[in-house]
């Protein structure tokens, strides 16, 4: 691996790398009501300009850090801010941004292609990050890919920060991360790491010269299995990285998972910090196995960064305590950002105050941060109060009657092993077609259609309290007859009622189930400008009342051709929630299946013969190790085929999957048992059918054949190329036609045509 290439302009002589006592890994960007989301979209409108979109940026930030000085962190992280994607911000950061992209002038324009492509641009892929439902930008790195340093956006928030007096700590995501997720054609991964090393040492030289005393690099990929091999290239990375004298201490940071091996690989370097994460999967034991681990500071992530629950402070002060004699000293932080939780509980005054009291949020995590490490450098004594608090919430939740449900209990024991069976895949293709009588290359959409401003007034309207029900309900199934009659005219031949009445594909079915609960503001990013409440899983699940039967009925009454029942499954439920932590997750995704399987039953006996159940999370809770991995697909698999295995074999059972990389599960997507399945395929060029392939997939399949997640529409001829390519893998008889997600994101003009091209290709292609 090469040395530093190049000089800095300013060098410090002296650079203070003294411990910090209580910090967070990450920060939210969309801000608490979202308002970067509708600065970032007006200006995509072009209603704002640059200048506004980025004071509400340096707005959000400012009131962030206040916040966090405040609640007393004498460490705050600057440069997790984004306006869409920090995996894409490294892109830049680094000068491998796509080829593409380079003819476009202005910088924040160029960014902005990269993450959602233009009317001729295509955009990057988009997968999950590890197993969060948080979506990344995959860079793409090939043979002619180029690397250069472009620090200015980061350093410019490091000089922002430091002017307002605050202790910045930027964070970066380390190299051997930002290799690992990239998409590299015609190399492994970490064959280009020793181009970047100069470059990552120059950033910490400039860091340095600015005022950063401590430098945050993000490498959650270290708590993956990883070769022995690649566990050299952690130990040599980070020797060269703290090799020069010029620099800020450096803080790895790993997370939602156990480091491993790893973390004897980086405790073997200079690097001054690590931080691991305690919640999900990192123990005590772990550090105490590397004796060299007693010379860093220890950042010890004891308050869940990724769920809401109220952290038990006892047993995080416990662990605190005996981490001590492992470290050379110990900061008090998250596990992970909190990105992935909503900004605060204070929003939500409709939550039951049981329910309430068992929960935290960021600012109340935060506010944990600092209590522990009060009470672990001064003394309990000071934090008594706080310290009984949590003792009383947490002994409530264990004792509340609404946790266990022992009517739902005993249903699932009683079911048999024929409870997850249907009959032969064979059988059940000849009685659907015969019911169905669909053409060669039958067109769909995967479920819902633009949710347009009067869809989103009349929702508003509803919750003052300025329409009633019935008028509500009216609206929609106007809405509906609308879609149904859009589809019909653009010759789609199974249709969808378009989900106007769904505010979300989970949080929907979430307010409908009992054992959920659902927050006003709880916003979470997913990608970009997308964001999503999860509810919060609290107790056992089920299901009160039909859920979807009324709306899909009155969509099938319009129309001879089949509309397709839309329900989301368990695995999604789950992955788009905060679960509970009381009980396994694979017995809460038996409950929810048990839910979705009565809804399945209601939606046949109203005449509809085919039924859509989403798993797009399916690869996204896929355990990080594969060692864990196995338990998580049988239960996941079990869950699926529990919620579709009621119906008879006439009813066409169909499910979608988008946004993940596939190879990992693909025995798992057979095992669903589904008739078809519809699968991103866009963005990845029809890469996933190959895999499908290889392992025998033989049911339908819908290889998404344009991407929704980019304003553009695209042609007859691309849409027929994608075609041709998708029948190269998958014969005519088993090949869908469709967008490869839904289009609620998307505007009306837009949609209808991209679809009316899509339907021109099928036919053209037939």
Same mark, same amino acid.
């Given at each position: 691996m090469a040395g530093r290439t190049s000089a800095l302009e300013n060098t410090v002589t002296a650079i203070s790398h003294n411990p910090f006592t209580a910090t967070v890994l990450g920060l939210p960007r969309v801000g608490p009501r979202r308002e970067l989301k509708r600065a970032t979209e007006s200006y995509w409108a072009g209603r704002i300009d640059a200048g506004r979109l980025h004071e509400t940026g340096r707005s959000l930030r400012r009131d962030q850090y206040a916040e966090l000085q405040a609640a007393g962190l004498d460490s705050i992280p600057v440069g997790t801010f984004s306006y869409y994607d920090q995996?894409?911000?490294?892109?830049?950061?680094?000068?491998? *941004?796509?080829?593409?992209?380079?003819?476009? $002038?202005?910088?924040?324009?160029?960014?902005? =292609?990269?993450?959602?492509?233009?009317?001729?641009?295509?955009?990057?892929?988009?997968? %999950?990050?590890f197993d969060t439902n948080y979506h990344y930008l995959v860079p793409e790195i090939d043979p002619q890919t180029s690397f250069a340093l472009h620090p200015g956006e980061l350093l410019a928030q490091l000089r922002e920060a430091l002017e307002l007096g605050v202790p910045a700590r930027p964070v970066v995501i380390g190299p051997i991360t930002f290799l690992k997720l990239s998409k590299s054609a015609g190399t492994a991964a970490l064959e280009r790491i020793g181009e970047l090393i100069p470059l990552y040492q120059d950033l910490l030289g400039l860091l340095a010269a600015a005022g950063a005393s401590w430098v945050q690099l993000d490498e959650p990929a270290l708590v993956t299995d990883l070769t022995t091999e690649e566990l050299a290239v952690v130990g040599q990375v980070y020797t060269e990285l703290t090799e020069p004298a010029d620099r800020? =201490?450096?803080?790895?940071?790993?997370?939602?998972g156990s480091p491993g091996p790893a973390l004897g690989a980086l405790a073997g370097t200079d690097v001054e910090g690590l931080a691991i994460d305690l919640v999900a999967g990192g123990t005590v034991d772990d550090v105490a196995a590397v004796p060299a681990s007693a010379g860093k500071t220890l950042v010890a992530g004891v308050v869940d960064g990724r769920n809401v629950w109220r952290t038990d402070l006892d047993h995080a002060l416990s662990t605190l305590a005996t981490l001590l004699g492992s470290a050379k000293s110990v900061a008090v932080s998250t596990s992970c950002s909190l990105l992935h939780v909503p900004y605060t509980l204070a929003a939500?005054?409709? *939550?039951?105050e049981a329910l309430r009291s068992w929960l935290a949020f960021g600012a109340e995590k935060v506010a944990e941060v600092r209590v522990l490490a009060e009470g672990l450098n001064t003394g309990t004594e000071a934090v008594a109060g706080e310290l009984a608090q949590a003792r009383a919430a947490i002994a409530n939740r264990r004792a509340d009657p609404r946790i266990a449900d022992s009517r739902v209990r005993a249903r699932l024991a009683a079911l048999g092993p024929d409870a997850t069976e249907r009959g032969p895949a064979a059988q059940r293709r000849t009685l659907q077609q015969d019911r169905l009588q669909l053409p060669p290359l039958p067109t769909t959409t995967i479920g819902s259609y633009p949710q347009t401003t009067a869809i989103r007034l009349a929702r508003a309207e509803l919750r003052k309290g300025e329409i009633d029900r019935a008028e509500y309900e009216r609206r929609m199934r106007a809405e509906i007859a609308e879609v149904i009659a859009l589809q019909e005219q653009l010759g789609l031949d199974v249709l969808v009622h378009g989900e106007p009445e769904r505010n979300d594909m989970v949080q929907y079915f979430a307010e409908r189930l009992d054992g959920f609960a659902a927050t006003e503001l709880g916003w979470v990013q997913s990608y970009g400008t997308r964001c999503v409440r999860p509810p919060i899983l609290f107790g056992d699940v089920s299901r009160p009342a039909p859920m979807t039967v009324d709306w899909i009925g009155y969509a099938q009454s319009l129309t001879g %051709?089949?509309? %397709?029942?839309?329900?989301?499954?368990?695995v999604t439920i789950l992955a788009w929630s905060f679960v509970r932590d009381d009980q396994p997750l694979g017995e809460s995704a038996r409950q929810v299946a048990l839910a979705i399987r009565d809804e399945t039953l209601d939606l046949q006996n109203a005449g509809i013969r085919i039924i859509q159940v989403d798993e797009p999370a399916l690869r996204e809770l896929l355990p990080l190790r594969t060692a864990d991995q196995q338990d998580y697909l049988e239960w996941s698999v079990g869950a699926f085929r529990l919620a579709t295995s009621g119906v008879a074999d006439s009813i066409q +059972?169909?499910?979608?999957?988008?946004?993940?990389?596939?190879?990992?599960?693909?025995? =798992?997507i057979a095992g669903l048992d589904a008739d078809v399945t519809s699968i991103e395929a866009a963005r990845s060029h029809m890469e996933v059918l190959d895999d499908l392939n290889a392992a025998g997939f033989a049911a339908g399949v819908g290889?998404? +054949?344009?991407? +929704?997640?980019?304003?553009?529409?695209?042609?007859? !001829?691309?849409?027929?190329?994608a075609l041709q390519a998708a029948l190269k893998a998958v014969p005519a008889e088993r090949l869908w036609v469709n967008p490869d997600c839904?289009? %609620?994101?998307?505007?009306? $003009?837009?949609? !209808?045509?991209?679809?009316?091209?899509?339907? $021109?290709?099928?036919?053209r292609v037939r």
């Open positions: 995996m894409l911000d490294t892109a830049a950061l680094l000068g491998a *941004l796509p080829p593409r992209v380079a003819d476009i $002038a202005d910088p924040l324009d160029r960014y902005f =292609a990269a993450a959602r492509g233009t009317d001729s641009v295509e955009p990057l892929e988009m997968t %999950k990050w800020p =201490a450096v803080l790895v940071a790993t997370y939602f939500e005054t409709h *939550l039951d %051709k089949p509309v %397709k029942g839309m329900l989301t499954g368990p +059972i169909h499910t979608h999957l988008c946004y993940s990389e596939f190879g990992e599960v693909i025995d =798992a290889p998404g +054949i344009y991407d +929704i997640h980019s304003p553009r529409v695209p042609s007859t !001829e691309e849409l027929t190329s839904g289009l %609620k994101t998307r505007g009306t $003009a837009e949609v !209808e045509a991209s679809l009316r091209n899509m339907v $021109a290709a099928a036919q």
